[in-house]
């Protein structure tokens, strides 16, 4: 794993951050830590969160996202290669790129900031992609479940994304951020991108020879995502996917406004976790929060 990929606490940069993932026992003074803990892969991991009072949107809760769901891939991808498996997923390969990506609604406004911020050709290209992908997706008629309310239930939301995914599959689009056959935000791309992996080679992985197995993931952090902010807004569970990204901006202008203490979306952050992980018979191990 590249240590640049932790939000860890001795990079100076990260004592800015409102939440951040840290290293060991340390605190920095003024945040609140709070610890979870559990089992993947028969390994034992610890996490320990820090967050400070500060008032936050839902985006400050992203980079800790990822650094946590890149600790819980690769525990599990280390796992699978110590079985045998042919773990062939790497950043150039773009075999998957064509499939359903959902977008939780916290990485939704990053990517907006993201996207603002890059040079003006590559705005245009990516709102034209996505415009062409757009028409593509809703020329055509979507499974029942679109019309469908996916209820907060795993087994529905996982049953539901699915029949999504297959019938996506089916339509050919390419995701609007491949440019020239490489992933144009590798660094920024969702968690969806971060937590799908097969195993099996390249010619398996594109439908050849018997076809590539998916890596299922202890804990899906995307899931956490959408769970956070479901409590946090009291609402149902929201995403969107990357073709829609630019029309998703449009519609909800002010959801990056709402605010929260960084310290109450960090503990419910690690709450879920820890629930998601106990509803599947990973060990946790209570949280405990201290300043
Ligand atoms: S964001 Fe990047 S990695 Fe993810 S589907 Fe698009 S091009 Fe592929």
């Not at 202008?253 to 629930?275: D, H, Y």
């Not at 060990?283 to 405990?288: A, L, N, Q, V």
Request: hydrophobic residues 40%.
């Amino acid at each position: 794993m590249r240590t640049d990929e932790l939000t860890f606490l001795d990079d100076s940069r990260t004592q800015l951050k409102p939440i951040i993932l840290c290293k060991d026992d340390q605190t920095p003074v003024g945040y609140i830590s709070m610890d979870v803990s559990f089992d993947i892969c028969s390994e034992r991991l610890h996490l320990r969160i820090a967050a400070t009072d500060n008032l936050v949107n839902l985006t400050a809760i992203v980079p800790v996202a990822y650094a946590v769901s890149a600790r819980i891939v690769h525990t599990t991808l280390q796992h699978h290669r110590g079985n045998g498996s042919n773990i062939s997923c790497r950043k150039g390969c773009n075999a998957c790129c064509h499939y359903l990506v959902p977008i939780t609604v916290p990485e939704a406004i990053e990517f907006k900031a993201a996207f603002l911020k890059r040079p003006p050709n590559q705005r245009v290209r990516i709102l034209q992609s996505s415009l062409a992908a757009s028409k593509r997706i809703l020329s055509k008629r979507p499974p029942e479940i679109f019309a469908t309310k996916l209820t907060s239930e795993i087994s529905n939301y996982q049953t539901g994304l699915q029949e999504l995914s297959d019938w996506f599959e089916g339509l050919n689009v390419t995701c609007p951020f491949l440019d020239a056959g490489e992933c144009s935000i590798y660094q920024e791309r969702p968690l969806a991108c971060r937590e799908y992996f097969v195993s099996g080679s390249n010619k398996q992985c594109v439908g050849q020879e018997g076809g590539a197995i998916v890596v299922e993931m202890p804990i899906h952090i995307s899931e956490v995502l959408g769970r956070l902010t479901s409590e946090l807004k009291g609402a149902d569970i929201k995403s969107t996917i990357l073709p829609f990204l630019p029309a998703w901006w449009e519609q909800n202008p002010n959801c990056g406004q709402q605010l929260w203490p960084a310290s109450v979306m960090a503990e419910r952050f690690v709450t879920i976790i820890e629930k998601m992980a106990a509803k599947r018979s990973i060990i946790p191990i209570s949280p405990s929060c201290r300043r």
